[in-house]
């Protein structure tokens, strides 16, 4: 825990309320554990309808057992239906608001985030219209009777409540009204497309707009008014945070996810979490499956690696093409066989313009996936599966199979404000930074244009086509 050692009786008493609070979820833990061991010890091969029996009560329909095709026992969950027993809680969710200065936050997957004078923490559910209104007002300007009515501000909480708001004006948004497709990298894997008719965001990932920082950046005050469609690749913690997603849904009228329905414990589906987080508006794509709009189409590619082994199906490419430029967002995909992405060149051709992380390191499964593995693996095999990305030789087979004109690595999480979720401090010496400066300077000894991203980057394109509304 990133809190210096200290306060260590408030952590005892947030252990304690954690336990009784959560009491269903930490004994629905304890049966999915327990029935993965009465499956690993009863299901031989043999009918599963007698097992049935045996589930404990409180899983008791709300899975189908099965075996995959080597006589391996399983179980799914009706998704969609657990969301409407006692194990999808609201209550546990909250919202925390201050003001902030800088870019500096605990890590988040270890550090709770503990009452702070200046930290007004709201009860109040993700789906909650109040976060939209709230969010409006960084443009709208509205009452703050208003706002604190529609939170349900208590009058205990009014005075810190008050602090959050300036009468003084916001930045004027310009939309983009140019005739060209314009880029911007807004840092980590967050890229904006826009033309003057259509905007669509990568990987949302927004840092602020009010305070000082080192480095140059985009910030929520070069977001446009709408975003047509919101792409989202994968379901790591660097690619989807609520933190930047409530407050822009009052702007997003697409959302596009990759499909799953497996219903396994670790490959929740995207789709049925938007919806009950309060977005309607939510497409799940499937792979080679397109989505055309005016003059423009978003494909789903296959992804493959970065998920540790895993059977997660959760996890997409995009290619965007708009008119006839072609965007290919790749992702921390790891090109594990490239006859794959050879397959799907045929299919969608050369591309301008690609896009990859290559944070071909990775943790090792345990530290993303280890509490949902309820047998324990070894170290090795633990260390032999990683969340790793492309290195050099793996993102130069997709530079030879799709032949971009220009090339970009993602950051890979060394932006200041990515620090609190990424953990990563590299130095020149890290492998992700030494392969991808080999992969830059590859490509640029074969003509093509090479960059790795940091902070901020703007670039408009061609796109030789008619826009339309
Ligand atoms: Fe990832």
Redesign the pocket.
Known sequence: MDLGGVRTGEIALLLQTTLKRQHNLIEFAKAMRELDKMLLSEAKGFGLELLYAKVPDLLKGLIELYYDRNNNAGYRFFESLLYKTVYYNKTSQTIALWLTNNDHRPFCLSTPRLNEPDVLHLDIAFDNAGIDELAKMKRTPQSIDYIAGVLGITADQMHLFTTFFTNDAPPHYMKYDGDKIRMRYFGHACILIETRGISILADPLISYYGYDSEIEHFSDADLPDIIDYVLI??N?Q??ILFETLLPLRHKIRNIIVPKTNSGKLEDPDLKLMFNNIGFNNVIAVDEMEEIAFSDAVITGLPFIG??SDLNILT?SCYLVRIGQFKLLFL??SRIVEPKLYEAIQKQVGDVDVMFL?M?CDGAPLSWLYGPLMTRKLTRDQDFSRR?A?SDCDKGMSLVNIFNPKEVYVYAMGQEPWLEFISSIKYTDESNPIVQSNKLVETCISKGIIAERLFGEKELLYESNMVLSD
């Open positions: 690749t994968h790591h660097d690619h970065e998920h996890k992702a921390d992380g944070e969340l990305g």
